[in-house]
């Protein structure tokens, strides 16, 4: 079983920032893709950053530039450090990994969400 848990959500004004964080554990032999999603009231929930065991990044155009991901594969953590945040950056973030467990399953876990508040 694994279990992905974010924190580091809040209220900032705009023009803020905060640094999400998010750690998977539990029966992982290695995680592929760590990444983050938001959801705003209403919407569906959207791609905000993803990030490969590589390195390699990818960002929703909107956080381009605002937005930077970031991960520690040894302790299977992933950051999002967002920048010049913006009232539509209001939602709740969450985060997820893809990997394959112990026994040699493969798994998509989510966390339960953070909520990141923008003022204007």
């Known amino acids: 079983q694994v279990q992905v848990v974010e924190s580091g959500g809040g209220l900032v004004q705009a023009g803020g920032s905060l640094r999400l964080s998010c750690a998977a554990s539990g029966s992982i032999s290695s995680i592929s893709d760590m990444g983050w999603h938001r959801q705003a009231p209403g919407k569906q929930r959207d791609l905000v950053a993803t990030?490969?065991?590589?390195?390699?990044?990818d960002y929703a155009d909107s956080v381009k530039g605002r937005f930077t991901i970031s991960r520690d594969n040894a302790k299977n953590t992933v950051y999002l450090q967002m920048n010049s945040l913006k009232p539509e950056d209001t939602a709740v973030y969450y985060c997820n990994a893809i990997g394959v467990t112990t026994t040699d399953l493969g798994f998509e876990a989510w966390g339960q969400g953070t909520q990141v508040t923008v003022s204007s």
């Open positions: 990030i490969t065991s590589g390195g390699s990044t």
